[in-house]
């Protein structure tokens, strides 16, 4: 008790340093000025380009003339009179900024408590394999709580949070879908992924991994182990056993292999009536202004036709900006369309592990869309420390697992090992953080570089992503496979 009330201390300790360490930094945007930055503040995310979209809809005109704003009218409605109420002596946006200091706050406990429906799932599925010493060490703070503290002390998300950057609240609305679906909250899930998909597009992908949380629940080992551990336990069991244990594995492999459509269903009705008032909402709010529509156009639209091609972190304003127009439909079909062949591919074989499913479509999704952040990537970041304890390579354990319970598989167990780039991924994320302002200057301000200085960093960081997609892939699997080769040594070992 007393180990666990340290560590609850710590973790709020932690927790409060980084909300102090973000008040301070609110209190000196000007000095800092990365609201200004490109790799914040994207035209899809400025709180600038708010804040004239505000001001524009207070002049009795469009919130999208002048091709200035292009974000949600909701969005518009919560954040705007935020932007141009002013509190004496105090810092110009300080509303706006507690507001978004208070969403990262609040999408780090959604980690954590998703981290926990994870960590209780996943332990309850060893137990049924009879693999309960692969569970997470008590003594170890746990991946919930880890995962939270590196969203939270992410450089990514504080730079977010200070520049005024409106991925925070996109943030939540993906982290809202994910904890509803681990909790089987069809109105919290469905309200996140479609105010998620209202304000970005590009989460509507996420709609397959949460279906499959419904139907599956969260994530587990391979489906096939289940039935793989039914058949050798029966055949090892006496006959006067056999049907009382076929029974109970029969009850267990349901658990795990039947896909529940009444939850799902449920979902797809929350997810029709919040997004018909949604829809309901944003048709009031401009009917004056061309209706839904326009704001399809200028939203959508704008974001699929890649209608801005000032500089940001991402590939595409600089390859479109090259391209004859001749052949721009053809090459936005087929940027575009990478994120979508990829999707059904990873689901067949991510689909017993959906909540990292989601993690990785997330990834891709900030490779690959049309005006990335940094606050694209302080979201899959803080994810992946979810993962982090299958991720991590577990050599050392498995050994000593293999010695105490005499299982020997002809030295296979040197195949299990985690991310082996790890070291060089976080480097590069250093050097991409560092080297990119440094290269936007030589090129906007001293005059003594060009574009191709600034690209690229941006391919660098692409590469980075690609990388990291990769390599976190192929731990999990690798992990899948140690859990299903453990399982069944264990079972010969038993029947031997």
Known sequence: MMKKSKKVQWFWTWVIGSVLLRLILVYFPKNLNLSSRPEVSTPLTSIRRLAEGYWLKQSSMSPYAGSMYHGSPLLLTLLGPLTVTRIEGQPDHLLCSLLFVMADIVTAMLICATGKKLQ??????????????????????????FAALVYLWNPFTIVACVGLSTSAIENLMVLLTLYGACARLAPLAAFGWVMATHLSLYPAILIIPVILLFGYGPDAPPRKLFRQRKNLEVENSTTGDKSCLEDELINEKSMQSVFSWRPVVLFLFWTLLWSSYVL?????????????QEMFKRTYGFILTIQDLSPNIGVFWYFFAEVFDFFRSFFLIVFHGNILLMIVPLALRLNHRPCFLAFVYIVLASMLKSYPSVGDSALYLGLLGLFAYELKGNFGFLSNFYIEHNLFLDNQLSRFSDMQFSFFLFSGYVGVSLLSPVMHNLWIWRGTGNANFYFATAIGYACLQIILVIES????????????KLSTAKLQNVKS
């Open 120 to 145: 209780a799932a996943y332990s309850s599925s060893l137990q049924l394999v009879g693999l309960h010493h692969l569970s997470e060490d008590s003594d170890v703070l746990p991946s919930g709580d």
């Open 280 to 292: 309901f909402l944003c048709g009031i709010y401009v009917q004056q202004h061309g209706g839904l």
């Open 473 to 484: 892939v192929s731990a999990m699997l690798n992990h899948d496979r140690m859990i299903t």
